[in-house]
């Protein structure tokens, strides 16, 4: 048990920040960020026994966080909300060079907060964990389809949020 | 890193480490509870056991092997449904977790048909007499055709003409009431069973169901 906590408390050190910005991904409100958090840390306990070193401990710790926040969003997941702003990391691997300059202007980010929001919650996950700075092989992993799936649905909801963004139509 | 470093990291929600040592410790507890019960119950058992085929007699024996029976599937069961639950882990991928929520919260599995064979060893153990014997004989050897079985199954479900008889002792007039009776009660407790549980399941567990089958098509679209 003693070996548990120790292994548990170096993973929390290591990855508190990480799991903290999956959480904000997901909830504007600060309780329900404390929740899911606290959550995805009783998840990693839970599975921590379990953990063989297969994946490395990076995929582990994402599967945790996004299952949990499946799961967490279970509740009420049509209504999860994902949050992202200028400061964001990686916010340009959304788009083309200069766009995210565009962004900055708060119309513009209003608009992506809204189309976000539209997403499915699946969809949600992969720019969550695109946004996390995640190679294509890791979301794949962490989501269990391929990676030529996972390049196909990333690719379909950048052109989507191309489109709505410079005025498209809403599907 | 120490308790205080945890709680610290955990935006102050107190001793979460001893939070998460509950949660482990839950489960444990359920079911270490149930094996002292499985274990005091045995030792109940055994001086009876010993007693009745002390008696003789093949029913005696029979009795046994029932009874023991049905502890033993019980348990083989309990332990199957044990190690299942201990297999969940939220470090899989997504979509495998999903797969095995819908699979976990389908409203039937084998492992509740696996319950069945149990409650009855335990019913035949225990309800096993001379007379139950009897009665039984002559219910298979006697030209009742079914439907004449059936309403009298009916007529004990709905009217306590025949508990009256039973507690007016006038059994002995009728053998057959007992297998009536019986069957009467054992479908009773099951459709009773069955309307809890759907109820419970269609309000608890379908929704996750229902959550899980709607991710699942969404990501292998």
């Given at each position: 048990m003693v070996n548990k906590e120790n292994k548990f408390n170096d993973i929390v050190t290591d990855n508190g920040k990480r799991i903290r910005r999956i959480c904000s991904y997901y909830s504007p409100n600060h309780e329900d960020r404390k929740d899911m958090y606290q959550d995805i840390l009783v998840n990693i306990w839970k599975s921590l026994d379990s953990f063989r070193g297969d994946a490395s401990i990076n995929t582990w710790i994402y599967r945790i966080a996004v299952n949990t926040s499946l799961g967490f969003t279970g509740k009420a997941f049509k209504q999860m909300q994902m949050i992202v702003d200028v400061d964001t990391e990686n916010l340009s691997l959304l788009f083309d060079e200069g766009t995210k300059e565009k962004l900055e202007q708060e119309a513009q980010l209003n608009q992506l907060q809204i189309e976000l929001n539209q997403m499915s919650v699946i969809d949600k996950s992969l720019m969550s964990l695109m946004l996390e700075g995640l190679s294509m092989r890791e979301i794949a992993d962490v989501i269990g389809i391929t990676e030529p799936n996972v390049k196909v649905k990333i690719h379909r909801i950048k052109e989507q949020l191309k489109s709505k963004l410079s005025g498209g139509k809403h599907e | 890193m120490n308790n205080s470093k945890i709680s610290q990291d955990t935006n102050g929600m107190g001793s979460f480490i001893d939070k998460l040592k509950r949660e482990d410790n839950n489960l444990q507890k359920i079911f270490k509870i149930l094996k002292i019960t499985y274990i005091v119950l045995l030792i109940i058992y055994i001086p009876i056991f010993y007693f009745e085929i002390e008696k003789g007699g093949l029913f005696q024996v029979v009795k046994v092997v029932f009874i023991a029976l049905g502890f033993s599937t019980f348990?083989?069961?309990?332990?199957?449904?044990?190690?299942?639950?201990?297999?969940?882990?939220?470090?899989?991928?997504?979509?495998?977790?999903?797969?095995?929520?819908?699979?976990?919260?389908?409203?039937?599995?084998?492992?509740?048909?696996?319950?069945?064979?149990?409650?009855?060893?335990?019913?035949?153990?225990?309800?096993?007499?001379?007379?139950?014997?009897?009665?039984?004989?002559?219910?298979?050897?006697?030209?009742?055709?079914?439907?004449?079985?059936?309403?009298?199954?009916?007529?004990?479900?709905?009217?306590?003409?025949?508990?009256?008889?039973?507690?007016?002792?006038?059994?002995?007039?009728?053998?057959?009431?007992?297998?009536?009776?019986?069957?009467?009660?054992?479908?009773?407790?099951?459709?009773?069973?069955?309307?809890?549980?759907?109820?419970?399941?269609?309000?608890?567990?379908?929704?996750?169901?229902?959550?899980?089958?709607?991710?699942?098509?969404?990501?292998?679209?």
């Open positions: - | 348990l083989f069961v309990f332990a199957y449904a044990q190690k299942k639950i201990k297999k969940i882990s939220y470090a899989e991928p997504t979509l495998i977790l999903l797969k095995k929520t819908e699979k976990r919260y389908r409203p039937f599995h084998l492992l509740d048909l696996a319950s069945i064979p149990p409650i009855l060893f335990l019913a035949i153990g225990l309800g096993l007499s001379e007379k139950t014997f009897l009665a039984t004989k002559e219910f298979f050897s006697s030209d009742l055709n079914l439907s004449t079985y059936l309403v009298e199954a009916r007529q004990f479900l709905f009217s306590g003409e025949h508990w009256f008889k039973m507690l007016a002792k006038t059994v002995n007039e009728f053998p057959m009431i007992i297998v009536f009776m019986v069957t009467g009660m054992l479908i009773f407790i099951f459709v009773i069973s069955f309307v809890a549980g759907y109820l419970l399941w269609v309000s608890k567990y379908k929704p996750i169901r229902d959550n899980a089958l709607e991710l699942i098509k969404e990501i292998e679209n």
